[in-house]
């Protein structure tokens, strides 16, 4: 696998810019978001980049602001990888660069003037043929207008026309590279005294043509009556093919001028300033000189440069944008959304997203306090990085919290994300809409709703509503539903591949809860499982969490492909450096029954045995298991029970040995691979370890009596060297399969066979975006 990136991003991870660019962040790997403007000293910036290992630094137009600029300076002088970001001057262009505009090394001779092959010339020919046959350009136009029958109408037949397009007056590019000039009204003044010259010096007469930026209010009035502009609605197209010649301050109007063969003439720094291709004026006696020489650009630089834009320099992208008026009156167009169809970064063509996944949770995936929030906060980070856009419906239904704040901090969690939707659980209504939750869970009873896995309770209405309504204006590709119960949400004719990440085979989860922890025994065993199983049968592919229930789902549902993606986490290795320990046994749960149940079993039936060996032995339990009833350790000695920490890592560190009591239950043991990826040792039942590829003795110690575990948790605590050999093989395993590294694979598998053929009377899935597309 290669190498995934560091990237500190510039600016807030909520601003319009990285919200455009959210369908190509994965491209930069692990991101950290910093705001320049909260920096003390923005030239300090290289000295965090090197301390905090980060690769390169992402930021949008580097001049944007004072301290932004700062930074950028010091980070060029420091060789610092810096990734400037903007729109391109081509239609529907947009580049990830080591400079901005004129200060881009990417422009210089010697990155582009080299001869192209008969093919390559072909095509940038075609691609220029076909930009000046056409009317798209980077602001709104009107129709185009035949040459002859413009000059007509513009009264300037038989005239040699010189076009002047003014760009923005606080365009970045005016502010920073205007050269000769300071302004754009020392620009139209410049083309006022080269009108008066052209006529005194060549006896010619030119018609000087203006054109304003479309969105700009006001007229720059020349002083120079001559100087005349045309009306917004005269597209730019026409106006270059009609001039004998173009005046640019540094505008990108000036690229399309080269395109169309026009002497092209600019005042100010220009980025397509080049040996053969626009001609640089310093003064009005060097604008006479180039325009009685002509200086037409040679087309054979012409064409290498465009194919240097096009292959090297350009991505390409549907771009979305709002017209804005500020409080001043001005407007500005803001990208609000790309999709991407070419992406280059650094001149490096990468793989845009090939599909677009909904990811449908009752589980708010971050902040992560539980196992189920790990494995869906790392299965979103792999679809992003499998080059997948994804979208999220989450059910809230741990929280009295309002949507927004939810939808807020997920935001921040994973700017990459296209949309979030969050729906607050009806559980947290108040009257009178919450009479209508109690008609809804009494109408469930009394239908049997209790007896199903999916019922009004688990999927209730306002969140089908939510998904049917995201399907219907996203169109996924994919459609990742998170547990069984929520199999209602999926709305009926979903032409999207239907995929279930089942985290458990519940049935089996209620059959034990119900013969060990003695608890949901109203419910009827089998209609939840005939209704688990037809709640399968309606995914085209099922993820099951070990092999063993994977070969039970395939049994089940013969039409559908399965596959097991294994509990996994992020590799956080403890660092062995303390000389004592705070806590000789660490355990992290949740608050499930199987979870009580298990820990107590170690209270009652291990933790004794233990401590008569070793009195001054201390266990720590962590996470919100300390809210059951059932625990009470305020007569055990040597017992601490922090509850939820907002840092796991600590007590990791601070823990000789892990322990997973686990005496019931289905799927996999979140708790066990958390501690391998932390490389420590683990103490655990058969059933904690069901599923994962533990060698006895070798990557955990795996123990079914209170004799045997309390036997295991003393030699790992004596023997230093055994703990660390226990260690390091559970460490080893985790890496090999349950990393996000080795996950990867297997949701790359989920997400990218062919689809299954579906019974008839099934609507049949969609061919995801890359197969549609012919696989280019």
């Not at 309002?402 to 209504?429: C, M, N, Q, T």
């Not at 029954?593 to 820990?599: A, D, L, R, S, Y």
């Not at 289905?666 to 691979?673: F, R």
């Amino acid at each position: 696998m290669t190498h995934r990136p560091r990237t500190l991003a510039l600016g807030a991870p909520e601003s319009a810019f990285y919200r455009s660019l959210r369908h190509v962040l994965f491209a930069f790997g692990d991101l950290v978001f910093v705001n320049e403007r909260d920096l003390d000293d923005p030239a300090s910036l290289p000295d965090r980049v090197r301390r905090e290992g980060f690769d390169q630094v992402l930021m949008p137009n580097p001049y944007g602001n004072p301290a932004r600029l700062t930074a950028y300076r010091a980070l060029r002088d420091a060789a610092v990888r810096v990734i400037a970001s903007d729109r391109g001057a081509l239609p529907d262009s947009w580049f990830f660069d080591a400079g901005f505009n004129f200060d881009s090394p990417s422009y210089a001779p010697e990155a582009w003037d080299r001869p192209l092959s008969d093919a390559q010339a072909a095509e940038v020919r075609g691609y220029m043929r076909r930009l000046r046959g056409g009317s798209a350009a980077l602001e709104a136009q009107g129709p185009r207008e035949a040459r002859d029958a413009l000059a007509e109408r513009l009264g300037v037949s038989g005239k040699r026309v010189l076009f002047l397009p003014l760009q923005r007056p606080h365009d970045t590019v005016v502010r920073y590279f205007s050269g000769a000039v300071e302004s754009l009204e020392e620009l139209v003044g410049f083309a006022s005294e080269l009108e008066r010259r052209l006529r005194a010096d060549t006896g010619e007469e030119w018609a000087v043509i203006l054109k304003k930026h479309p969105l700009e209010t006001d007229y720059l009035i020349p002083d120079n009556p001559r100087l005349k502009y045309v009306t917004d609605d005269v597209h730019i197209h026409d106006l270059l093919e009609l001039a004998d010649a173009t005046l640019v301050l540094n505008s990108g109007v000036g690229l399309l001028s080269l395109i169309f063969g026009t002497p092209t003439l600019h005042v100010g720094d220009a980025f397509y300033g080049q040996p053969g291709l626009a001609v640089h004026v310093g003064d009005v006696d060097a604008a006479l000189a180039a325009l009685e020489t002509g200086s037409s650009p040679d087309p054979e630089k012409v064409e290498r440069f465009v194919h240097h834009l096009l292959e090297h320099v350009y991505s390409f992208a549907e771009l979305k944008t709002e017209l804005v008026t500020q409080k001043d009156g001005s407007r500005v167009r803001i990208t609000r959304d790309m999709k991407f169809r070419q992406l280059r970064i650094l001149g490096e063509q990468l793989p845009v997203p090939d599909a677009h996944v909904l990811v449908v949770t009752p589980v708010i995936p971050w902040p992560i306090y539980r196992g189920s929030q790990s494995r869906i906060d790392t299965m979103i980070d792999g679809l992003m990085a499998d080059r997948k856009m994804v979208s999220l419906c989450v059910l809230n239904m741990s929280f009295d919290k309002a949507s927004k704040s939810i939808v807020r901090e997920l935001r921040e969690r994973y700017p990459g994300v296209d949309r979030i939707e969050v729906r607050k659980h009806p559980r947290f209504d108040k009257w009178p809409k919450r009479a209508i939750r109690e008609a809804l869970r009494g109408a469930d009873f009394l239908t049997g709703g209790v007896h199903r896995i999916a019922n009004f309770e688990t999927c209730p209405p306002s969140f089908r509503r939510a998904v049917a309504k995201m399907c219907a204006e996203l169109d996924p590709d994919y459609v990742l539903v998170n547990y069984a119960k929520m199999t209602p949400a999926l709305p009926a004719g979903l032409r999207g591949v239907k995929v279930l990440d089942t985290h458990d085979y519940q049935t089996e989860f209620l059959r034990e809860d119900q013969t060990m922890n003695r608890v949901r025994r109203h419910i009827d065993a089998r209609r939840f499982e005939k209704s688990e199983h037809a709640a399968l049968r309606r995914y085209d592919r099922i993820i099951a969490i070990n092999p063993l229930e994977a070969r039970t789902f395939e049994t089940l549902c013969p039409d559908a492909s399965v596959h097991c993606v294994p509990a996994f986490s992020p590799p956080a290795p403890s660092r062995d450096i303390f000389l004592s320990h705070r806590h000789d046994a660490l355990f992290v749960g949740s608050v499930s029954n199987f979870n009580v149940k298990g820990i107590l079993w170690f209270l009652d039936e291990v933790l004794p045995l233990v401590r008569a060996e070793e009195p001054g032995f201390r266990t720590a339990i962590v996470g919100n298991i300390a809210r059951s009833k059932e625990l009470d350790v305020s007569r055990q000695d040597g017992v601490d029970l922090p509850g939820i920490v907002p840092d796991l890592r600590p007590y990791y560190e601070q823990a000789k040995l892990v322990i997973a009591p686990i005496l019931g239950g289905a799927g996999m043991k979140i708790k066990v691979v958390e501690a391998m990826g932390h490389a420590k040792p683990i103490v655990c039942t058969p059933k904690a370890a069901e599923g994962i590829d533990l060698v006895h003795g070798e990557s955990a110690w795996i123990a079914s009596t209170p004799e045997a575990f309390a036997k295991g948790i003393l030699e790992l605590t004596r023997d230093e060297a055994l703990r660390r050999r226990v260690a390091q093989g559970g460490f080893s395993l985790h890496e090999r399969a349950h990393s996000p590294r080795a996950i990867a694979e297997a949701l790359h598998g989920v997400f990218e066979e062919p689809t299954q053929t579906r019974s008839p009377s099934e609507p049949a899935p969609r061919t995801p975006r890359s197969a549609r597309a012919g696989g280019t």
